[in-house]
């Protein structure tokens, strides 16, 4: 058995209508740009993964601005306290209610400590007068501060979390408009798959009785791997000497044919495919055997010519595992005609039409959907020796 499948194709220029009017958060250009009409699929999922990439920038950066302002508000606070701390011993000693000027004149505290005090009284927007304030007055205005300054403190440490969660979102969402770019791309492929393989074949034919026939036929399995020769690869599923396992399932027919008239036969088959035992790669895992039957009629309308039809009945037996766009398995139902107009005792015309049409199927994502017909016309010339 020789096999050879050939891949020479493109995808090209792949187009879609993206309408971002009404995306706001993704920037006014944006909006402009993409109202509906029809772009480069690339192009577009570029664009916008750099935009995302631009506002993940941006909320990172605003993450990282929120994280240093609460560190700052969280050191204000510690300040605060501390400084409504230092005050606490004065107040232990009976002159929480003197003035910091007549504690400075009375010699129970420095200049340069109430210079110290006033200082970060302003730092924390405290309104603070040596003459007239005291201990006790001061200290619960600086743990005030501090109470304010964790809760902002820890405001803004929140906020910084949320900046950093959006701004990881938006460089997820530029990571994959990137690969949809990357998908989307033009790609072109020029592969021929070949091998070869050894099967056994074993049939037989009866006829108990006049007009009747009777087959049954065996084929062993075909252990086969194709080789990729490519020439280009755009798509990175054809590497050059790659190898695809492609087994051809071993298959038992059966058959029977009867002759109504002398000018009128009718047929039937039954064949099951034993897909289970092959090396598909891993897909044979999604498979059960396969079968197909059919019936068809033959009738002669004079010696010379003849004329047949018969229907055809197939199914893969597949899960939706095993589907993909590059290989996918579908029931189908045949219709065919033909006939064979006999030029000379030796030598015939044969002709035949089928239409093939599949039943739909998708993959298990269920993000493909696949469905086809196939229409089929052949001609021959027949001589016999």
């Given at each position: 058995?020789?096999?050879?499948n050939?891949?020479?194709?493109?995808?090209?220029?792949?187009?879609?209508?993206?309408?971002?009017?009404?995306?706001?958060?993704?920037?006014?250009?944006?909006?402009?740009m993409?109202?509906?009409n029809?772009?480069?699929?690339?192009?577009?999922?570029?664009?916008?993964?750099g935009?995302?990439a631009?506002?993940?920038?941006?909320?990172?950066?605003?993450?990282?601005?929120?994280?240093?302002?609460?560190a700052?508000?969280a050191?204000?606070?510690?300040?605060?306290?501390?400084?409504?701390?230092?005050?606490?011993?004065?107040?232990?000693?009976?002159?929480?209610?003197?003035?910091?000027?007549?504690?400075v004149?009375?010699?129970?505290m420095?200049?340069?400590?109430?210079?110290?005090i006033?200082?970060?009284?302003?730092?924390?927007?405290?309104?603070?007068?040596?003459?007239?304030?005291?201990?006790?007055?001061?200290?619960?205005a600086?743990?005030?501060?501090?109470?304010?300054?964790?809760?902002?403190?820890?405001?803004?440490?929140?906020?910084s979390?949320?900046?950093?969660?959006?701004?990881?979102?938006?460089?997820?969402?530029?990571?994959?408009?990137?690969?949809?770019?990357?998908?989307?791309?033009?790609?072109?492929?020029?592969?021929?798959?070949?091998?070869?393989?050894?099967?056994?074949?074993?049939?037989?034919?009866?006829?108990?009785?006049?007009?009747?026939?009777?087959?049954?036929?065996?084929?062993?399995?075909?252990?086969?791997?194709?080789?990729?020769?490519?020439?280009?690869?755009?798509?990175?599923?054809?590497?050059?000497?790659?190898?695809?396992?492609?087994?051809?399932?071993?298959?038992?027919?059966?058959?029977?044919s009867?002759?109504?008239?002398?000018?009128?036969?009718?047929?039937?088959?039954?064949?099951?495919?034993?897909?289970?035992?092959?090396?598909?790669?891993?897909?044979?895992?999604?498979?059960?055997?396969?079968?197909?039957?059919?019936?068809?009629?033959?009738?002669?309308?004079?010696?010379?010519?003849?004329?047949?039809?018969?229907?055809?009945?197939?199914?893969?037996?597949?899960?939706?595992?095993?589907?993909?766009?590059?290989?996918?398995?579908?029931?189908?139902n045949?219709?065919?005609?033909?006939?064979?107009?006999?030029?000379?005792?030796?030598?015939?015309?044969s002709?035949?039409?089928?239409?093939?049409?599949?039943?739909?199927?998708?993959?298990?994502?269920?993000?493909?959907?696949?469905?086809?017909?196939?229409?089929?016309?052949?001609?021959?010339?027949?001589?016999?020796?």
């Amino acid at each position: 058995i020789q096999a050879k499948n050939t891949y020479v194709g493109h995808l090209k220029d792949i187009s879609i209508n993206p309408d971002l009017s009404d995306h706001s958060a993704l920037g006014t250009t944006l909006g402009q740009m993409y109202t509906g009409n029809m772009v480069l699929a690339t192009d577009f999922f570029t664009t916008l993964s750099g935009a995302l990439a631009g506002g993940s920038a941006l909320y990172l950066d605003g993450s990282e601005q929120a994280a240093d302002g609460s560190a700052q508000a969280a050191a204000g606070a510690a300040s605060a306290t501390d400084a409504g701390d230092g005050l606490q011993p004065l107040v232990d000693a009976g002159a929480g209610d003197v003035s910091f000027d007549n504690l400075v004149l009375g010699g129970y505290m420095a200049q340069a400590d109430v210079d110290a005090i006033a200082a970060g009284a302003a730092l924390l927007g405290i309104p603070f007068d040596s003459a007239v304030n005291t201990p006790n007055a001061t200290q619960p205005a600086f743990y005030g501060a501090a109470t304010q300054l964790t809760a902002t403190s820890i405001y803004y440490a929140s906020y910084s979390v949320a900046l950093a969660d959006t701004a990881e979102m938006y460089a997820e969402d530029s990571e994959a408009a990137a690969g949809n770019a990357a998908a989307t791309a033009d790609v072109e492929v020029d592969v021929v798959q070949t091998g070869s393989a050894l099967a056994p074949v074993i049939g037989l034919y009866l006829t108990p009785v006049e007009g009747l026939g009777l087959s049954i036929r065996y084929e062993g399995q075909a252990d086969m791997t194709l080789v990729n020769d490519t020439e280009i690869d755009g798509s990175g599923l054809f590497p050059d000497k790659g190898e695809t396992p492609s087994d051809m399932p071993a298959m038992l027919a059966t058959g029977l044919s009867y002759k109504l008239l002398p000018s009128l036969r009718i047929e039937g088959s039954y064949n099951i495919y034993f897909n289970k035992d092959v090396d598909w790669g891993g897909k044979e895992a999604y498979t059960d055997n396969g079968f197909e039957y059919g019936v068809g009629a033959e009738f002669a309308l004079s010696n010379a010519l003849t004329l047949s039809g018969g229907w055809l009945y197939a199914n893969g037996n597949v899960q939706n595992l095993y589907n993909s766009d590059m290989s996918h398995s579908l029931p189908s139902n045949t219709i065919g005609f033909g006939g064979k107009y006999a030029l000379s005792p030796r030598m015939g015309l044969s002709f035949g039409v089928s239409n093939t049409s599949y039943e739909e199927g998708t993959n298990d994502a269920e993000y493909e959907t696949y469905m086809k017909t196939a229409l089929d016309v052949a001609f021959g010339l027949d001589y016999a020796f």
